[in-house]
């Protein structure tokens, strides 16, 4: 089993449409979790940090469900500029070992 | 907004050569990190390091491969001997604490092993 997991998409969306993703984790010792994005054969940049308690950064909303192990992503009113992929990440912690998601595609169109 | 520098950006070997690719990470962070994309692939982790020291490294990050920081500010990822196989992109990271604390990325250089 992948030790995280994401559906690869794509995910064609026109603008201004809501989009979700999902991520299951394996490892439930996984200390901290992020949404990174990454535009083709660039480097992973962070969207933001996903805490317990769910967090909201203007269009872009996180969850984490520590006891299902799920985290989740959600666009609102999505932009062309959102078209990229967005990679699950999760922090094992010794280490500071970052593990990754393959992504998932998302192509919004006008 | 302070980034993580990578030189070069494109590094062209033949198989058998050593490389050595270099970062400079955002200056107040302590902890610095490889990563590898192949193309198509996921990113996979290679190595961390903290305070002069290897914290983790991943199966891939074998004899052939080392980390130093020589100075204050760059870290160097050497590859002794390439295989076709080390094409990839490799990334470096640094972050400014352990767990929680994002890690950001360098924008990368391409190494191709003909």
């Known amino acids: 089993r992948k030790e995280v997991e994401q559906d690869p998409g794509p995910f064609n969306v026109p603008e201004g449409a809501t989009v979700a993703f999902n991520c299951t984790y394996s490892n439930s010792a996984s200390q901290s979790f992020f949404w990174y994005r990454q535009d083709c054969r660039k480097e992973p940049k962070l969207l933001m940090s996903v805490y317990s308690s769910g967090n909201e950064d203007g269009r872009f909303t996180a969850q984490l469900n520590r006891a299902s192990q799920y985290i989740s992503l959600l666009i609102r009113d999505s932009k062309l500029s959102d078209s990229a992929t967005y990679l699950c990440?999760?922090?094992?912690?010794?280490?500071?070992?970052?593990?990754f998601g393959a992504g998932t595609i998302l192509r919004v169109k006008s | 907004e302070p980034e993580v520098t990578q030189t070069p950006s494109h590094q062209v070997t033949q198989m058998g050569q050593e490389v050595i690719l270099r970062c400079v990470p955002i200056s107040n962070h302590l902890y610095f990190y490889w990563y590898r994309q192949i193309l198509g692939q996921k990113v996979e982790f290679l190595v961390s390091f903290y305070n002069n020291e290897i914290s983790e490294k991943s199966e891939i990050f074998d004899d052939q491969f080392s980390v130093e920081r020589p100075d204050g500010s760059n870290f160097t990822l050497k590859i002794r001997s390439t295989k076709l196989e080390d094409s990839a992109m490799y990334f470096c990271a640094s972050s400014d604490g352990k767990g929680n604390q994002p890690q950001h990325f360098g924008d990368g250089t391409r190494l191709s092993i003909l």
């Open positions: 990440v999760v922090n094992r912690g010794y280490g500071n070992k970052l593990v």
